[in-house]
Antibody
Framework: QVQLVESGGGVVQPGRSLRLSCAAS????????MHWVRQAPGRGLECVAD????????YYTDSVKGRFTISRDNSKNTLYLQMDSLRAEDTAVYYC???????????WGQGTLVTVSS | DIQMTQSPSSLSASVGDRVTITCRAS??????LNWYQQKPGKAPKLLIY???NLRSDVPARFSGSGSGTDFTLTISSLQPEDFGTYYC?????????FGPGTKVDIK
């Protein structure tokens, strides 16, 4: 069955960096686009970044452009999110999400919490 | 980015009630509209894709309709397990964007 397992979350000071990973299994990872979606405490959902199946097409929401970098290693079935210059407003649960060919987000990981605080 | 709005922001209904949630996009998104259900402390789950297509494990009491900018999620007969927050999401242009959510409580 499809599994997406995030790791790398934690508490970090403002201005510092953190790298999230998402280990995918149960499907052909190299055949799907992938997203990072975050949810601040008590708030709604926000697509932070997404990457095409081959890694050539990448999109970011405006608030993270220049600070976050999404990447993937299809040989390791792993998705990454490098987060630099972190701010308090980046505090959220970060979900790794698969995009189906028809573009719905059909499988979600359990999420990893990132807390940016001094 | 395309802005998504939802109404109401919350509702409370009884078991067996018909529930309707509305979603509006700031520009036409054709039929590229999906619905998700999220329960407290859990990841969202895809319910309906491309306006009206139910995921295989979703009960038939859920349905979706609409096109262009205006969309609706309907629960024909609310069940106790349907509590949670419902989000619409457009996949017409990137980055994908979500509505603010509608919280559904059971009376």
């Amino acid at each position: 069955q499809v599994q997406l397992v995030e790791s790398g979350g934690g508490v970090v000071q403002p201005g510092r960096s953190l790298r999230l990973s998402c280990a995918a299994s149960g499907f052909t990872f190299s055949g799907y686009g992938m997203h990072w979606v975050r949810q601040a405490p008590g708030r709604g959902l926000e697509c932070v970044a997404d990457i095409s199946f081959h890694g050539n097409d990448i999109y970011y929401t405006d608030s993270v452009k220049g600070r976050f970098t999404i990447s993937r290693d299809n040989s390791k079935n792993t998705l990454y999110l490098q987060m630099d210059s972190l701010r308090a407003e980046d505090t959220a649960v970060y979900y790794c999400v698969r995009e189906d060919g028809g573009s719905p987000l059909d499988y979600w990981g359990q999420g990893t919490l990132v807390t940016v605080s001094s | 980015d395309i802005q998504m709005t939802q109404s109401p922001s919350s509702l409370s209904a009884s078991v067996g009630d018909r529930v309707t949630i509305t979603c509006r996009a700031s520009q036409s998104i054709r039929s590229l509209l999906n619905w998700y259900q999220q329960k407290p402390g859990k990841a969202p789950k895809l319910l309906i894709y491309a306006v009206s297509n139910l995921r295989s494990d979703v009960p038939a009491r859920f349905s979706g309709s609409g096109s262009g900018t205006d969309f609706t999620l309907t629960i024909s007969s609310l069940q106790p397990e349907d509590f949670g927050t419902y989000y619409c999401q457009q996949s017409y242009s990137r980055p994908f964007t979500f509505g603010p959510g509608t919280k559904v409580d059971i009376k």
